[in-house]
């Protein structure tokens, strides 16, 4: 069945530093590609997606590109700010079926 | 649009009761479903809803009931709640067709 794999956290950064979270997939067939952030106290919101192999998502500075041969779709920001404290989940969805959601990785930014 | 509504925000239980989780959506999506959220474990599927009448289970429904009467509401009941309930459990929504699902704030449930 379908599996979302990303780095355990937490991951700790200072203000400015680069981000990159990692994650890979498994799938039957072709899925939509998903990040997903949750601050503290709220429910998830849709960060970025990607629908198809090469599609770049972006939202907020953070950028994500869906890459079929190495089946990954790795979260990346050039400058955190603390702001961006959050949980994130990569997630995946294949047509007829629901959303396959990765463990979460917390990120820290400190000031 | 208000969203996707839950309540309780918060709600302590002792082994054995029973309660129910309310879920409501304006959105007229046609899909609803229930996540629960433990650490290390990302989001586990519950139970979930192609439309109103239409239930089905997710990976982790042991000890929970769904149903479906109206397009708005998805209650999610746990029949005697048990120690390894607790959790964060999240509702959300998507329209037939569409992939982005909606999530509502979360209901924190600590059962003793």
């Known amino acids: 069945g379908d599996s979302v794999t990303q780095m355990e956290g937490p991951v700790t950064l200072s203000e400015e530093a680069c981000l990159t979270i990692?994650?890979?997939?498994?799938?039957?067939?072709?899925?939509?590609l998903f990040w997903y952030v949750q601050y503290p106290g709220e429910g998830l919101q849709l960060l970025l997606k990607a629908t198809k192999a090469d599609d770049k998502g972006s939202n907020k500075g953070f950028e994500a590109t869906y890459r079929k041969e190495t089946t990954s779709f790795h979260l990346e920001k050039g400058s955190v700010q603390v702001s961006d404290s959050a949980v994130y989940f990569c997630a995946l969805w294949e047509a007829g079926n629901m959303l396959t959601f990765g463990g979460g990785t917390r990120l820290m930014v400190k000031p | 649009n208000a969203g996707v509504t839950q309540t309780p925000k918060f709600q302590v239980l002792k082994t054995g009761q029973s309660m129910t989780l309310q879920c409501a959506q304006d959105?007229?999506?046609?899909?609803m479903s229930w996540y629960r959220q433990d650490p290390g474990m990302g989001l586990r599927l519950i139970h979930y809803?192609?439309?109103?009448?239409?239930?089905d289970q997710g990976e982790v429904p042991n000890g929970y009931n769904v149903s479906r009467s109206t397009t708005e509401d998805f209650p999610l009941r746990l029949l005697s709640a048990a120690p390894s309930q607790t959790s964060v459990y999240f509702c959300?929504?998507?329209?037939?067709?569409?992939?982005?699902?909606?999530f509502g704030p979360g209901t924190r449930l600590l059962v003793l």
């Open positions: 959105m007229n999506h046609e899909y």
């Open positions: 990692n994650c890979t997939y498994t799938a039957t067939g072709y899925p939509s």
């Open positions: 809803s192609v439309g109103a009448g239409i239930t």
């Open positions: 959300a929504s998507r329209e037939q067709g569409r992939e982005t699902q909606y």
